[in-house]
């Protein structure tokens, strides 16, 4: 009997193999060899909800990819306000390549999974691998769009919208298994309700409302107060505003 090797998966690292940054993320452009070298430097962490990863103007010595967890983006003021600008998912670059200070503070929203790599590694790859470089300036591309597409839900949608808007997202971005016959899903909400408001523009007592409103009429379920079952993706897309 012939054994057929798998060309994707020859010479690779184990641990890259069932990676989904390798298969997802900004890896998938490394061939074996540039794998090999790049695991030889990296480290795998496990981090707690609540613990900061980056930040604010931190010297950036390393970066990750986001394996698992949500991690919550923040700009702090001079007067210690901070707001939300972002979240991270799996697969998810964390860093920006060739800046010498972070800009933004980055803190693990869920527990997280992250491999790290040294600074220097990944931009001499980027210096080898033009695909590399390529892959991280689409997902730069990618959140430039998404940042866009979070202003007008901001400046534009209702309170009912903007919460079905952020329900959407975590839905379509924490990669749940999602039935495909009746169209529903089901997470954990990576952020309280605080947090909810601050990255809406909204009030608690309004997330809390609209939340209510949208169980009410059938569109979610929760449970212990996180557990969120979306019975129609179509249906709460439409409640979005999209």
């Not at 057929?4 to 989904?20: F, M, N, T, W, Y």
Request: net charge neutral; hydrophobic share 40%.
């Amino acid at each position: 009997m012939t054994v057929r090797q798998d060309v994707h998966s020859a010479g690779i690292p184990v641990l890259c193999q069932s990676c989904e940054a390798r298969h997802r993320g900004v890896c998938g452009a490394l061939d074996p060899d540039q794998l090999v070298a790049l695991s030889k430097t990296s480290s795998r962490y496990t981090i707690e909800p609540g613990a900061e990863l980056i930040g604010d103007a931190e010297t950036v010595n390393s970066y990750s990819n986001v394996l698992s967890g949500v991690v919550k983006l923040t700009k702090g003021l001079s007067d210690g306000r901070q707001q939300i600008v972002g979240l991270q998912f799996a697969p998810d670059f964390l860093g920006r390549p060739f800046k010498v200070e972070s800009e933004i503070n980055a803190e693990a929203a869920t527990a997280v999974s992250l491999c790290s790599f040294p600074k220097a590694s990944i931009e001499r790859m980027m210096r080898e691998s033009p695909e590399l470089e390529h892959r991280l300036l689409k997902q730069t591309l990618k959140e430039l769009d998404e940042a866009r597409e979070w202003m007008v839900t901001l400046g534009r949608k209702t309170a009912s919208e903007k919460v079905a808007s952020f329900l959407l997202m975590i839905a379509r971005n924490i990669d749940p298994a999602t039935d495909p016959a009746t169209n529903s899903t089901s997470f954990d909400l990576p952020l309280t309700r605080a947090d909810i408001a601050d990255f809406l523009g909204l009030t608690i007592e309004t997330v809390s409302r609209q939340l209510t409103r949208m169980r009410t009429e059938g569109v979610i379920r929760i449970e212990n107060n996180r557990h969120v079952t979306v019975e129609s993706l179509s249906r709460l897309e439409r409640r979005s505003g999209a």
